[in-house]
């Protein structure tokens, strides 16, 4: 059974973290706003034109790929046993990792690639969880958390194939959920290597785990908790930062 991984404290984030967490939901909202405007949603913008929707393929059928910032994501949907309608899969490549990261399984060099956390999305389009996920389901470069997280600021998907608002709110939604992608990185390990006396090469390819922890997220919530917690902040005479702007986000 699939942990559910507690949101983290808004406590231990930093001034920036908070500025930064508040500036990426002003990015999300602005995609949701433009996408509105047109009838469209996030989840219709990446199948747009991309024939009947069946289980396993990738959306779009190639992948989507920044190679200036090594980011890549594609859609797909397989979980039968949740109710969404499909999730995103984010990843970064070998250019936006640490060099000295070396994968215990998986591709090695210039093949390297670390998934960076997967959003569940409902059919109306909009986020209702983040997700890992075990090495052998996306067939990654095990990296350790920490060497993930290191590049979880290098994933931007800064061009418009197939939808500018939907790989806006992508790296916005990275931004702004970087604290529960963390958390979810870091237990992902904790599942791992607590493998029951297996040897880790053989954990990461159990079949039988697949989904190592999730999250339920929604924006807005997590909007009005940050917002309470910068106007805490403000009450016991403590700085803040001036939100970021959108450029710097990114």
Not at 89 to 94: E, S
Not at 123 to 138: E, H, I, K, Q, S
Not at 155 to 166: G, K, N, Q
Not at 198 to 223: F, K
């Amino acid at each position: 059974m699939t942990d559910i991984i507690r949101i983290p404290e808004l406590t231990s984030l930093s001034n920036r973290q908070l500025a930064t967490c508040l500036t990426a939901i002003d990015e999300i909202r602005e995609c949701y706003r433009v996408l509105k405007k047109g009838g469209l949603n996030i989840v219709g913008e990446v199948l747009k034109d991309q024939g009947p929707f069946y289980e396993m393929d990738h959306y779009p059928k190639d992948d989507v790929y920044d190679r200036e910032t090594a980011s890549q994501y594609y859609y797909h949907a397989h979980r039968e046993d949740h109710a969404e309608h499909g999730h995103f899969h984010l990843f970064v490549r070998d250019s936006a990792l640490p060099e000295s990261a070396e994968p215990v399984l998986g591709p090695v060099g210039e093949d390297r690639v670390a998934h960076l956390v997967a959003i569940s999305m409902d059919a109306w389009g909009y986020p209702t969880d983040l997700f890992a996920v075990n090495r052998w389901v996306t067939d990654e470069s095990w990296l350790p958390a920490e060497s993930v997280i290191a590049a979880l600021d290098q994933f931007a998907i800064d061009h418009a194939h197939p939808s500018w608002p939907v790989n806006r709110w992508l790296t916005a939604m990275v931004r702004c959920f970087r604290p529960q992608v963390e958390a979810l990185l870091k237990h992902r390990d904790a599942v791992v290597n607590d493998g029951q006396g297996q040897a880790l090469e053989r954990v990461l390819e159990n079949r039988s785990l697949e989904i190592t922890g999730s999250m339920p997220i929604n924006v807005e919530s997590w909007a009005a908790k940050l917002m309470a917690e910068q106007a805490r902040r403000a009450r016991k005479g403590q700085p803040f930062l001036r939100a970021l702007s959108a450029s710097a986000m990114r």
